[in-house]
């Protein structure tokens, strides 16, 4: 079983930075892939952002790539998303999760929900303007 601890988030004025962390404990040595989600008041749970644990290979949603980055370090077990430039439409809860799958595709990146097994619970970011 994978836990996964996200931390990091808070309230931040409009232009500001945060940085979120992700501690990932237990069968961690299967990891194919961490990846940030995040989910806004009434609004569905959206992909931001994918990371392969192997390599570097990164995946944005397409209008948070100038802002955002992710990141891990394998041997802490811990992804993080840096996050530059926050607007109050950012204001979400941001979710960590974690893709066990083995793909034949050694590059692909999962981004959709469903191909993440294990989930944080989730940490608060509030961008006030």
């Known amino acids: 079983q994978v836990q996964l601890v996200e931390s990091g988030g808070g309230l931040v004025q409009a232009g500001g930075s945060l940085r979120l962390s992700c501690a990932a404990s237990?069968?961690?040595?299967?990891?194919?892939?961490m990846g940030w989600f995040r989910q806004a008041p009434g609004k569905e749970r959206e992909f931001v952002a994918a990371?392969?644990?192997?390599?570097?290979?990164?995946d944005y949603a397409y209008s948070l790539k100038d802002r955002f980055t992710i990141s891990r370090d394998n041997a802490k077990n811990t992804v993080y998303q840096q996050m530059h430039s926050l607007k109050p439409e950012d204001t979400a809860v941001f979710y960590c999760?974690?893709?066990?799958?083995?793909?034949?595709?050694?590059?692909?990146?999962?981004?959709?929900?469903?191909?993440?097994?294990?989930w944080g619970q989730g940490t608060q970011v509030t961008v006030s303007s």
């Open positions: 237990g069968r961690t040595f299967s990891t194919w892939a």
């Open positions: 990371i392969k644990w192997s390599s570097r290979i990164t």
């Open positions: 999760a974690e893709d066990n799958t083995y793909y034949l595709n050694t590059n692909y990146l999962p981004h959709s929900i469903a191909e993440f097994e294990y």
